[in-house]
């Protein structure tokens, strides 16, 4: 399959996630990589997310593959909120998302070179740039950036540990 075939799920969590959904959103639908399905998923947000969120993905979604927008009626908890949209994810791969956060430009695209040149993958995951409410940049969070590991190497257990951390 040519790089640019592999469906690469985008799964945004919110929760009260009004102030910066939009920007989160756009910085997906300006992906480098096309073929993106994107999926929120809200844990009951008291504030207008949804709403945000139904909006900009009525004017977006011919941007993508698949569009979802999951909400559930009552606050379940982060590990619901994650495994719901992960279930509803069609892709390949799967990019995790917070509803502030912010994808670089060719985030999706560099990770799916990085997977096309090395066949053994299985996950990728990469630094971090802090920036404040003002577009600072205040500098990264590289714990484990450019690491990656297969069942071969590392043990399930320790695998385990490096994704919960």
């Not at 399959?1 to 690469?8: A, C, F, I, S, T």
């Not at 009626?73 to 719901?84: F, L, S």
């Not at 799916?112 to 404040?132: E, P, R, T, Y």
Request: hydrophobic content about 35%; overall charge negative.
């Amino acid at each position: 399959m040519e790089k640019n075939d592999v469906l690469v799920s985008v799964v945004v969590l919110t929760y009260n996630d009004a102030p910066f959904i939009e920007e989160t959103l756009n910085s997906v639908k300006d992906q480098t990589y096309k073929n993106i399905e994107l999926v929120v998923s809200d844990d009951c947000s008291t504030d207008d997310t949804v709403e945000r969120c139904s909006r900009w993905l009525e004017q977006n979604r011919s941007r993508f593959t698949n569009v979802q927008l999951l909400t559930v009626e009552k606050n379940t908890g982060v590990t619901y909120n994650i495994n719901r949209a992960q279930r509803a994810a069609r892709g390949e791969w799967i990019k995790g998302l917070g509803g502030d956060d912010l994808l670089t430009p060719d985030c999706i695209e560099v990770f799916m070179n990085f997977v096309n040149s090395n066949s053994d993958i299985k996950i990728v995951q990469c630094g971090l740039a802090k920036i404040n409410e003002n577009n600072d940049f205040l500098g990264y969070d590289s714990k484990g950036f450019n690491k990656y590991f297969h069942s071969e190497k590392i043990p399930a257990y320790w695998q385990h540990q490096f994704l919960l951390r």
